[in-house]
């Protein structure tokens, strides 16, 4: 891997989120931290270049950590970004053929929406809600604590919730209820749709 990557723009204006999500916490939270793992992420396959090229593996565990930190980061923020759009207060998915998985593998939409509250509240720490596709097209839902070590084989993330403290903080101070809420009000039920049905 040559091409170093990069922070992809927001697909919505910083204040498209409000009052769910603030302009100032989307802001930091895009320009800093995500800013930061795409950083981390290219420095760290600089390193793993200079290594194959003079040899010197002395320091491969370190910089491979580097870049499932920085790339599992970079990878979920840009999914997050795209799993909202502006908010309202009864946002639900369409018919179609998300919702129809949703209710094969969860029984109700009210119960796949309290089973996914839960487990993103519940996130020990810093972490992320994740609904996912399993390859026979189920869904299933899974908390991510420590991004760079949790991977189910198999499962394509389909929404994240981020439950860092940098994604609510400075809004919700250490109410993460409110936020996961909210939340639920900015998906963009057609991005996850898209995602489910690609193969
Ligand atoms: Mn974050």
């Not at 980061?73 to 970004?81: A, D, N, T, Y």
């Not at 399993?134 to 604590?145: K, S």
């Not at 940098?166 to 109410?175: E, I």
């Amino acid at each position: 891997m040559s091409e170093e990557f990069i922070l992809p723009d927001l697909p919505y204006a910083y204040n498209a989120l409000e009052p769910y999500y603030s302009e100032q916490m989307l802001r930091l939270h895009h320009d800093k931290h995500h800013a930061g793992y795409v950083n981390g992420l290219n420095m760290a396959l600089k390193k793993l270049k200079e290594a194959r090229d003079t040899g010197d593996y002395s320091l491969i565990k370190h910089w491979e950590r580097e870049m499932a930190f920085h790339g599992a980061g970079h990878w979920f923020h840009s999914l997050f970004w795209e799993n909202m759009h502006p908010g309202k207060e009864d946002n639900k998915p369409g018919r179609g053929e998300l919702f129809d998985a949703i209710l094969r593998s969860f029984g109700s939409y009210e119960k796949f929406l309290a089973q996914f509250k839960a487990a993103t509240i519940a996130v020990e720490g810093s972490g992320w809600g994740v609904l996912a596709k399993d390859p026979e097209g189920n869904l299933h839902i899974f908390a991510v604590e420590n991004h760079q070590k949790v991977w189910v084989p198999g499962l394509a993330p389909l929404l994240v919730c981020d439950v860092w403290e940098h994604a609510y903080y400075l809004q919700y101070q250490n109410r993460r209820p409110e936020w996961v809420d909210n939340f639920i009000k900015l998906i963009n039920w057609k991005d996850v749709e898209k995602r489910y049905k690609k193969k």
